[in-house]
């Protein structure tokens, strides 16, 4: 049976453009046609573009002259999420006090995608800020999982998951401060990747927690997801964080993986029927000729205590500068301090409140030691168990997520929320890169749910991340 067009991965429209099987605008419009039939139903877009006509006509004509020389993205339908400025548009972050806000410039990743000829459908619903795991906390309402709309997409970037999932656009973009693209990628069946820290440029990225955040694809193949995060990697002089090739020590990719296991974290929490498809997977790549080697990284059971502390911290910091008087909503108050209380009060959803709250209270002085200090002295001891580790395994796996995509409101309580984030926030803690993977599926209600599994690799080994990647879902790069 053959595809529509939307269903395309980026890799088979790409071909099918340069061999003059489908042209731009066909695939620009069975995309916006997919996305303005579902998105009554799934919210994933909080908005659909106009469709910039200058843009598909020259992407049509660059395939036309260039061929193969022209870039791969070339004329590639994508979805940005809210918190990614692309000029002339709105980004709200999914936020009351943002909705009016327009971005004046491109983030550095936008204006990648632009000179490689890519096309915007729209932006795509989130939590509020990247605050979340569920796509639940949206002042725009939530999303629903493509696959089972009674179930969310995850989080925070479950509009730009289910917009790839859905096939509302052929790859997204989201952004990860403690799993917000592995943890969706692995409730909606895709790819996603959290590239090491400072691989992407943060320069345009609305910013959650500036130590942590990472701008990073979700794609349908992994051939997708490196597509994506090669045309935007790279130095940005915009972003003084951001990294060069030469910035850590280069890793050959080996032939065959030593693939470093945490058994110890596997021990409880776990749905058996996930824990069973990790260790199928494992046990397949095992049959492959890779090895799998116990790792041990002590450290790991107080992450997702460590990011809880620092995460609000660095957010209800960042978050300070939406006052009503600088950018978005403003509300009238009797002076300047009634205006601001105004402002945040009706601008800022509940966990919002919540995090800007506990991110205040960390860094007060009388607490700062007691919380912030500590929390940030864990990070330090676990980036060097994660670099032991390293030194006798090439990437370290766990899943992505303890169960598979989970029903609206059955987290309802912040501590099981945060639990979701138990695998994924260490890589954002470390800096270190992190894909996350179709690993099979899993059966509730009836209905079939897909699951990940997560590699970890050191700073700046990306790509080997691709590599085992394919191993997993059997494609050759
Ligand atoms: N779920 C995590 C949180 O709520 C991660 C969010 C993210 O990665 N943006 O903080």
Redesign the pocket.
């Known amino acids: 049976m053959t595809k529509a067009l939307n269903e395309l991965t980026i890799t088979e429209a790409a071909r099918m453009l340069r061999a003059g099987e489908c042209t731009v605008r066909e695939l620009y419009d069975a995309c916006v046609h997919a996305a303005r039939e579902k998105n009554v139903a799934l919210n994933v877009y909080l908005e659909l573009f106009e469709a910039d006509e200058m843009a598909i006509a020259a992407a049509q004509t660059r395939i036309d002259t260039e061929g193969d020389a022209a870039p791969l993205l070339c004329g590639i339908p994508l979805a940005m999420k809210d918190n990614i400025l692309i000029e002339g548009h709105i980004a709200s972050a999914a936020s009351k006090i943002l909705s009016n806000y327009k971005a004046t410039y491109d983030a550095t990743v936008t204006k990648k995608l632009k000179e490689a000829g890519a096309l915007f459908i729209g932006r795509t619903n989130m939590?509020e800020f990247?605050?979340?795991?569920s796509t639940e906390n949206s002042a725009f309402g939530p999303v629903r999982n493509p696959i089972d709309p009674t179930r969310v997409p995850g989080?925070?970037?479950g509009g730009s998951a289910a917009a790839s999932a859905g096939h509302l656009c052929l790859g997204s973009f989201g952004?990860?401060?403690?799993?917000?693209?592995r943890?969706p990628a692995a409730h909606c069946g895709l790819v996603g990747l959290k590239p090491t820290y400072g691989a992407i440029s943060r320069h345009g990225l609305i910013a959650?927690?500036s130590s942590?955040?990472q701008a990073g694809p979700l794609a349908k193949s992994v051939a997708d997801a490196k597509a994506l995060f090669d045309a935007v990697r790279g130095p940005d002089v915009l972003d003084s964080t951001s990294i060069t090739d030469t910035t850590y020590p280069r890793k050959e990719t080996p032939k065959t993986f030593r693939i470093g296991v945490p058994y110890h974290l596997l021990e409880e929490g776990l749905d058996p029927d996930v824990k069973e498809n990790f260790e199928r997977t494992l046990k397949e790549l095992e049959a492959e000729g890779h090895t799998l080697v116990e790792v041990s990284l002590p450290t790991s059971p107080y992450a997702l205590a460590a990011?809880?502390v620092i995460?609000p911290a660095e957010a209800s910091t960042n978050l300070a500068r939406f006052d009503g008087i600088r950018y978005g909503v403003s509300k009238e108050g009797k002076d300047l301090l009634a205006g601001y209380l105004a402002s945040r009060t009706e601008g800022f959803g509940p966990?919002t409140k919540r995090?800007i709250l506990l991110g205040t209270f960390v860094l007060s002085s009388g607490y700062i030691d007691a919380y912030y200090r500590k929390a940030d002295a864990a990070r330090q001891v676990l980036r060097e168990e994660y670099d032991r580790a390293f030194e006798t395994v090439d990437v370290i796996a766990s899943p992505t997520t303890p169960s598979p995509a989970f029903k609206f409101g059955e987290k309802s309580d912040p501590v099981s929320?945060?639990l979701?984030?138990i695998f994924?926030?260490s890589a954002?803690l470390t800096g270190m890169p992190a894909l996350s993977v179709p690993m099979g599926n899993v059966e509730r209600d009836g209905v079939s749910l897909p699951t990940g599994i997560h590699f970890t690799a050191p700073l700046g080994a990306d790509d080997l991340l691709f590599t085992i990647g394919a191993r997993v879902t059997k494609e050759t790069l």
């Open positions: 939590d990247a605050m979340g795991s989080g925070s970037s952004t990860d401060t403690g799993g917000s693209i943890q959650l927690g942590l955040d990011y809880y995460q966990e995090r929320m945060y979701e984030d994924t926030v954002d």
